[in-house]
């Protein structure tokens, strides 16, 4: 199968607040990622799965190592991918239609075209008769639709998600989790997608990168061989069970508690949010 991310040797160190030392977030981070599968990255808190993500959506510049995605080397923002994160990133102003448009607006394309093609990924992603309606009126979950079909609509290659779940509830997110896996069937974009949950990895993904504690590097990757398309029933399947079994033995020795260095690092970085809204 085609490789569609290639990273070898990543590397990434932030300024330690109020010091001179340099923290490690990643090092030795080496990651295929195939055309067309849904990838999930999994570790624990600070292992650096959200730099990794940023890194390649050319938000943050990496210290080391080497990226390339569909055979060109990674060189900042690459507007041929899209991005959702946990935060939404709406514009208040903004109609629902008009926020999933912008994308679109930015590119060129025509009032006309860029409405029907807004007003296709309103439907796609459940939100039929909102499309007049502002982000204050919609539930999260509602704003979430709003910020995955805005990502989609100006067709990206590659489609980056970083725990765009995570502040959900429990019915809510597992009802996004089957509407994305229904979405993505139908043209099959490459996804690599952060989470903290066992669970949410298995259940969406095709394989599950484990990371490492800071600093982080793959661990193992996991097949995930579950058939598709995939309900809410699987999650009830010996084979499900298994597959969160071998997950956790793998990640199970990096989770830690308490407060982790990593947080320190981080908050010296550019917010990746912040920057792609001022890009947009």
């Known amino acids: 199968m085609t490789v569609k991310i ?11 607040r109020g010091s001179q030392e340099r923290v490690s977030v990643l090092h030795g981070f080496d990651l295929d990622v195939r055309e067309g599968e849904f990838l999930s990255v999994l570790g624990p808190s600070g292992c650096g799965k959200s730099t990794f993500l940023s890194i390649l959506a050319g938000l943050t510049a990496r210290t080391g190592g080497r990226i390339s995605i569909g055979g060109q080397k990674l060189a900042g923002i690459n507007r041929s991918q899209g991005v959702v994160f946990q935060g939404y990133a709406l514009f208040p102003w903004r109609t629902v239609l008009d ?6 607006e930015i590119r060129g394309v025509s009032r006309e075209q860029r409405r029907r093609t807004a007003q296709d990924y309103l439907e796609r992603v459940g939100l039929h008769g909102f499309g007049n309606s502002y982000p204050h009126e919609l539930s999260g979950g509602m704003k979430q639709r709003v910020a995955i ?19 959900l509830d429990a019915q ?4 996004l989790q089957t509407e994305l896996l229904r979405i993505w069937e139908q043209d099959r974009k490459t996804i690599v997608f952060i989470t903290h949950s066992l669970d949410e990895a298995i259940y969406l993904s095709d394989r599950v990168a484990v990371m490492t504690q800071r600093p982080g590097r793959i661990k193992d990757i996991i097949d995930i061989p579950l058939a598709r398309p995939r309900s809410n029933e699987i999650r009830n399947s010996a084979e499900f069970v298994a597959l969160r079994q071998r997950a956790w033995d793998v990640l199970k020795d990096e989770v830690q508690f308490g407060v982790h260095p990593a947080a320190v690092a981080r908050s010296t970085a550019p917010s990746p949010l912040r920057q792609l809204q001022e890009v947009a």
Not at 6 to 16: H, I, K, T, Y
Not at 99 to 104: K, P
Not at 149 to 167: C, G, H, I, K, W
Not at 172 to 175: A, F, K, S
């Open 6 to 16: 290639s990273a070898r040797d990543v590397r990434m160190e932030f300024p330690a």
């Open 172 to 175: 809510t997110r597992e009802i």
């Open 149 to 167: 079909a805005r990502s989609l609509a100006y067709q990206p290659d590659v489609l980056l998600m970083d725990e765009p779940f995570a502040a």
């Open 99 to 104: 926020n999933i448009a912008v994308g679109l």
